[in-house]
T-cell receptor, first 114, second 114 residues
Framework: GAGVSQSPRYKVAKRGQDVALRCDPI?????LFWYQQALGQGPEFLTY????????KSGLPSDRFFAERPEGSVSTLKIQRTQQEDSAVYLC????????????FGPGTRLTVL | KQEVTQIPAALSVPEGENLVLNCSFT??????LQWFRQDPGKGLTSLLL?????REQTSGRLNASLDKSSGRSTLYIAASQPGDSATYLC?????????????FGKGTKLTVNP
């Protein structure tokens, strides 16, 4: 596709529910990143994949957060037993493996936990 | 731990004015620095990327400078227009060999008044 796409764009969950957020990176992009952006804050790193390998998951705030990219393209960020503090915009970015450092961001998924 | 600070948090200027946004970072061992623009409800758009060996980058009315030793970068916007109204984010990537994650500041919200 022309850019990074994310779905759903908006998600409302009741506290305790599990959610799954999807990211479709730019075709052929090797690296994929997840960031969490709370209201009025800058994005904060969650995790990073190179192809299907998860190379850095140091930003995942708890073991309720899990990310996967099984075939090296589409990625899913799963949050189990959602809490109110999980409410944020979840941004996905992808980067080509060849020579450029620019990360291309999707529009984000706004998660609201009631 | 790398920390990125952006000053001011918000800025309101009349159309046509030249302006400077500031970014500082605590660890000078960076690989590159990027400036992004974020419009409400949308993802991030990369504006300029400066490698650690470079001093500045220019694109149209935008000019970004980098002083790695002092941990500072500035984004200069010439002849501002109402369409420049957005939040501007600065992000640094750690030195080569480390994770490719970006560390963001909280952003400067710019309003350009007609």
């Amino acid at each position: 596709g022309a850019g990074v796409s994310q779905s759903p764009r908006y998600k409302v969950a009741k506290r305790g529910q599990d959610v799954a957020l999807r990211c479709d990176p730019i075709s052929g992009h090797v690296s994929l990143f997840w960031y969490q952006q709370a209201l009025g804050q800058g994005p904060e790193f969650l995790t990073y994949f190179q192809n299907e390998a998860q190379l850095d998951k140091s930003g995942l705030p708890s073991d309720r957060f899990f990310a996967e990219r099984p075939e090296g393209s589409v990625s899913t960020l799963k949050i189990q037993r959602t809490q109110q503090e999980d409410s944020a915009v979840y941004l996905c970015a992808s980067k080509s493996g060849s020579g450029t450092d620019t990360q291309y961001f999707g529009p984000g998924t706004r998660l609201t936990v009631l | 731990k790398q920390e990125v600070t952006q000053i001011p948090a918000a800025l309101s200027v009349p159309e046509g004015e030249n302006l400077v946004l500031n970014c500082s970072f605590t660890d000078s061992a960076i690989y590159n620095l990027q400036w992004f623009r974020q419009d409400p409800g949308k993802g991030l758009t990369s504006l300029l990327l400066i490698q650690s060996s470079q001093r500045e980058q220019t694109s149209g009315r935008l000019n970004a400078s980098l002083d790695k030793s002092s941990g500072r970068s500035t984004l200069y916007i010439a002849a501002s227009q109402p369409g420049d109204s957005a939040t501007y984010l600065c992000a640094v990537r750690r030195g080569q060999g480390g994770s490719e994650k970006l560390v963001f500041g909280k952003g400067t919200k710019l309003t350009v008044n007609p």
